[in-house]
């Protein structure tokens, strides 16, 4: 139970009623409680979100705040923890080539599952459920968010209760990690209705996971309780509730006087990170997160087609000054798009060095000539360009007229042009209609490090490509690096694609990297369990192991 | 009087259509989409955006959408929010008890503080007490909610600890004395301003009587000061008071969304403050069309009631 500072005017009444209907409510208040075993779950834990959970049903559209409660209502075959190391959940051991999981040539996937997994209807889960969730990610008259990877399965094959077996028409090395983002929904739940995207399971999810689905109040809170029934260790919590408040403020003065157990999401801003980490029956955690922010360049232009150009700028970058002033140092500097937690991480890339001088004389180099202006100029393109970032983020605004004071020394002109976050983020990012842009982006799914949406020149939108290189990326050495390493299963030797992939990139510099982001989480001492991961999107994934005293 | 009940209400059908037809407008032709928020998920694909919104209908020309839009709405089908799925009526419903509560109980302090104020002001013009209540006022009238509101968290919660520091009730809790508790501090917050309003309204409308000759008369009569001021005064001047509290009804429904935001308060204003972040069109095209039938009732609701209270008014 949370240690919460009482109200003193409902104190009495309070004490009356738990006496009064105190036998009712034993169940509810873990203080009366106290004859429950030890092993039974118990206490409650409200963590407050600053974004509003809303999607339910893990494979349609949502934002990560939505997979604060996919983790805990349902489970993936595998998982993945904080190492990058993959760990059994409903499947009864990760597939592997060792263990005859996949095939050397990453074809043939053979699953073998759990066999005393129940959803929390008590309707066994068996591989019927696998084959309906595999197939509806890829379903016509599905609204599915994600259908990479689960395109290339064929031929889905239940072979008894417990085991399944499918092929792929490529071998695709990211897939474990996909699968391992990849929640399992029930086929009788969920495949009885008459269309997937409207049915009740969307509002009312039933899962296998450690807690199970109470109730929602739109706009204000999600509850749920634990699975008695779970298969797995834990739950050890009784409730968890996912508390909305929209106002980052406000979140913090309600974590300061207890009406919240966790602070999560964006957590708490960096400007009360010292603040916080002085609050009495406090932990606060630093908790890297795997979002690389970076000025992004758009290739397509012609005054980032230079190199000379890209170089320049990122030697008048002053990104120590960035973090130290304006984000209070948390964030470390980063030359990469992987975490610094990564296996792929490349450790040896040069080191970034601000430099106007040196800038200056790059660009006096490359024939970039200074005008009355002050800007320079080359063969009648003006060093001159927009940046743009979602209006209202504050700390990244004060940046931008940072930054642009810096380009300035260099004759280079920033125009700052912020756009409301559904226009930002609309066609204008994705169709390349920007100069260059402040944005934090998560470049992996998990702990594998394709990056073939980002990088690979099919993915220029602009371009009448798919996916997401709205820098318009177009390097064939890359896109040969790419293909080569999503077909590589040893991990030793992707690393070595991917490694100089991140050599190529920091050359380049199609985006200029600051920093990888750090959140500041804090909770009510005594809790524990409580574990951030950068290779999932959100701290609330493993509340099963969470335990209040 | 039907029929002038029937002319307005084919008035206010055709305002009602055409306020949808702009507020539609409006907000398909505004830059981005529904689905921008997804953009930077991992993995994602324009095709795969494009996609869904086929699958959503998105991708229809503009006339069809409304069209579509329209004759779901007056069938009854007021279409399902993009966010979460639920059915509009139902997303609107949920939110506007939260908010009644809160409102309710803050106009009723600030209504009944107000007039007290008010005519105590109007009675006493030019005494100390009238001078600080308008000095009162206009403080009261130039300090932000949301700072009044942060304050009070710091000062009553967070300090004193005798108050929670928002949220409507207690998860788990939900009693009355819960509910209280959690409704003094942001009805008070948000009835501070009121009273202001209130208090100069009543104030000006009681002067406007006051003076009058027929007052003058009473009064020469010899009638108690009393019977005066409440029968006379008090009745003449609460007809401007009516109009307002009709114009104010909208205000009422549609929640106070600062107020709604420094304490965590899960009403209207909030709805559609995240509705219109999400471009979420189904739920905020509901709560125009929801403000805008609210707008037409409660001035039509003042109109009738002035006649009521006034038998000079005829309504035809």
Same mark, same amino acid.
């Given at each position: 139970m949370t240690v919460r500072k009482t109200p003193f005017l409902c104190l009495t009444r309070r004490g009356v009623m738990q006496l009064g209907i105190g036998a009712a409510a034993a169940g509810l208040l873990p203080t009366i409680a106290g004859q429950v075993l030890a092993a039974e779950p118990s206490g409650q834990v409200i963590v407050g979100f600053s974004q509003e959970p809303t999607v339910f049903n893990p494979h349609m559209l949502h934002i990560e705040v939505d997979e604060g409660i996919h983790w805990n209502v349902f489970d993936p075959l595998f998982g993945v923890d904080e190492n990058g190391t993959f760990f059994p959940a409903l499947a009864a051991e990760v597939p592997t080539v060792e263990n005859g999981g996949i095939s050397p040539d990453g074809l043939n996937w053979r699953v073998k599952l759990r066999d005393d997994v129940v959803w929390h209807d008590g309707t066994p889960f068996t591989a019927e459920d696998v084959k309906y969730t595999l197939e509806l990610l890829v379903d016509e008259n599905f609204r599915s968010a994600r259908r990479t990877g689960h *395109?290339? +399965?064929?031929? +889905? *094959? $239940? $072979?008894s209760p417990t085991e399944i077996t499918w092929e792929m028409t490529e071998p695709f090395a990211p897939y474990p990690s996909i699968l391992a983002w990849t929640f399992m929904v029930p086929k009788h739940a969920l495949g009885s209705a008459e269309d997937p995207n409207t049915a009740a399971f969307n509002q009312a999810p039933i899962g296998t996971g450690p807690f199970k689905w109470v109730e929602r109040v739109a706009g204000d809170y999600i509850l749920l309780e634990a699975n008695e029934n779970y298969w797995g260790e834990g739950p050890h919590l009784e409730r968890l509730i996912f508390k909305y408040i929209p106002d980052l403020t406000v979140l913090y003065t309600q974590f300061k006087t207890g009406d919240i157990d966790v602070i999560a999401l964006q957590g708490i801003t960096p400007d009360h990170y010292q603040e916080a980490t002085g609050l009495p029956g406090k932990e606060i955690v630093l908790a890297p997160s795997s979002a690389m922010e970076s000025i992004s360049l758009n290739m397509g232009r012609p005054q980032f087609q230079d190199p000379a150009v890209r170089q320049a700028l990122y030697l008048a970058l002053d990104k120590a000054t960035i973090i130290d002033a304006l984000y209070y140092g948390l964030p470390r500097p980063t030359e990469s798009y992987y975490p610094q937690e990564s296996f792929y991480y490349n450790k040896d890339l040069p080191k970034h060095e601000f430099n106007i001088e040196k800038a200056n004389q790059i660009l006096d180099e490359a024939g970039w000539a200074r005008g009355d202006d002050g800007i320079r100029e080359k063969d009648g393109v003006r060093l001159s360009f927009s940046n743009s970032t979602t209006a209202g983020n504050h700390v990244r605004e004060q940046m931008q007229q940072f930054v642009q004071q810096s380009f300035k020394e260099i004759g280079a002109e920033m125009t700052i042009e912020n756009l409301p976050p559904a226009v930002m983020w609309g066609d204008y990012w994705m169709l390349s209609q920007w100069d260059s842009v402040v944005v934090g982006i998560n470049f992996t799914t998990g702990p594998d490090p394709d990056t073939s949406d980002y990088f690979k020149s099919t993915g220029i939108n602009a371009q009448g490509g798919s996916g997401q290189n709205t820098w318009q990326i177009n390097n064939p050495e890359v896109d040969a690096l790419l293909e080569k390493g999503g077909k590589l299963f040893v991990p030793e030797e992707r690393k070595e694609v991917y490694d100089r992939i991140q050599e190529i990139m920091r050359e380049d510099l199609p985006f200029l990297p600051i920093f990888q982001y750090a959140n500041v989480r804090g909770h009510q001492e005594g809790m524990e369990g409580y574990n951030p991961n950068v290779n999932v999107r959100i701290t609330t994934w493993n509340a099963k192991d969470w335990k209040v005293n | 009087m039907s029929r002038y009940l029937i002319h307005r209400f084919g008035q206010s059908l055709v305002l009602l259509i055409l306020v949808s037809l702009v507020g539609f407008m409006v907000l398909n032709l505004a830059p981005g989409g529904p689905l921008s928020q997804f953009a930077l998920t991992p993995g994602m694909s324009q095709a795969d955006l494009e996609r869904i919104a086929a699958q959503m209908g998105l991708d229809r020309p503009l006339p069809i959408q409304y069209l579509d839009w329209f004759w779901r709405l007056f069938v009854g089908d007021w279409g399902n929010s993009f966010r979460d799925g639920v059915p509009v009526l139902e997303v609107i419903g949920r939110h506007l008890f939260a908010t009644l509560l809160l409102m309710i109980s803050s106009t009723i302090i600030s209504v009944g503080i107000g007039t007290v104020v008010g005519v105590m002001g109007a009675t006493r013009r030019y005494s100390l007490f009238d001078y600080t209540a308008t000095v009162l006022a206009m403080v009261a009238l130039s300090i932000p909610t949301f700072w009044f509101g942060l304050v009070a968290i710091y000062t009553f919660a967070l300090d004193l600890g005798w108050l929670p520091a928002g949220n409507m009730y207690t998860i788990g809790d939900q009693s009355f004395a819960d509910y209280a508790t959690h409704l003094i501090m942001p009805s008070l917050v948000l009835a501070l301003v009121n009273v202001a309003i209130w208090s100069r309204y009543m104030r000006s409308a009681m002067l406007d009587v006051i003076d009058q000759d027929f007052i003058r008369t009473a009064r020469a009569k010899g009638l108690p000061r009393w019977r005066v001021l409440y029968l006379h005064v008090m009745r003449n001047a609460l007809l401007p008071m009516i109009t307002l509290a009709g114009l104010q009804l909208p205000t009422l429904l549609g929640g106070a969304l600062v107020t709604e935001t420094v304490f965590t308060w899960p009403g209207m204003g909030r709805l559609f403050l995240d509705s219109l972040g999400y471009q979420d069109y189904p739920v905020v095209m509901g709560l125009l069309m929801f403000s805008a039938m609210l707008v037409l009732v409660g001035n039509l609701l003042a109109d009738i009631l002035v006649a009521l209270a006034d038998p000079r008014v005829r309504l035809e």
């Open positions: *395109e290339l +399965i064929r031929n +889905i *094959e $239940v $072979v | -």
